[in-house]
């Protein structure tokens, strides 16, 4: 019988320029006061879960969610660049509706048809989903059997559950919605994910 390995996706709590409407990619906000609320009641909620493996973006408001989560866990948190949101290039800090005016094709594009879309001076999301799976596919080869916990992005994480669900990216905003310090849960056996929450 094959070995399950649980992943527990987490999207990093609110951060001030998510409450702002600005866009962050690779550049960082704290979490807000919300954030940090949201990632202690997600920590409340897994307290009782025994995760073998702590893994985060290295971008500092998902390494802030992993350490709420750890507690008093002893595993280090692992820190992975490859885990970082898409990088928006020169759209990195503006507001939705600045970047709207001074890029509206490029707008459009992103909402409409995000497998063509490519930010100035950023990465597309094609490149986005393939350093995310490789890194996840690492990840679950390494410790199969265990439990693991991941805190990342929402596109990030979008891109991922595309992959495994086999939709074409350009359905990216038709996979599911994650918001602020969300929970996804995933089972993989046999080389297949399955969703479970």
Request: aromatic letters at 8%; charged letters at 25%; one cysteine or more.
């Amino acid at each position: 019988m094959s070995e399950i390995t649980e992943l527990y996706l987490v999207r990093h709590g609110e951060t001030i320029w998510n409450s702002e409407g600005k866009l962050q990619g690779h550049l960082d906000s704290p979490l807000s006061k919300q954030g940090i609320l949201q990632a202690q009641q997600l920590s409340e909620r897994l307290k009782n879960e025994d995760f073998d493996q702590l893994y985060s973006s290295s971008t500092r408001r998902a390494v802030k969610t992993a350490e709420i989560i750890q507690r008093t866990r002893t595993q280090n948190i692992i820190l992975k660049d490859s885990l970082r949101e898409l990088n928006l290039g020169d759209w990195e800090g503006l507001k939705t509706t600045e970047a709207q005016a001074k890029d509206p094709d490029n707008y459009f594009c992103f909402w409409n048809e995000p497998h063509n879309f490519q930010p100035p001076g950023g990465e597309n999301v094609i490149d986005l989903q393939k350093r995310v799976v490789k890194t996840i596919e690492e990840i679950t080869f390494k410790h199969p059997g265990e439990k693991i916990l991941i805190v990342s992005h929402t596109l990030a994480l979008r891109s991922f559950l595309c992959f495994i669900q086999k939709m074409p990216l350009k359905e990216l905003w038709n996979a599911p919605k994650l918001n602020p310090a969300s929970l996804t849960i995933l089972k993989l056996k046999a080389g297949v994910f399955k969703i479970d929450l």
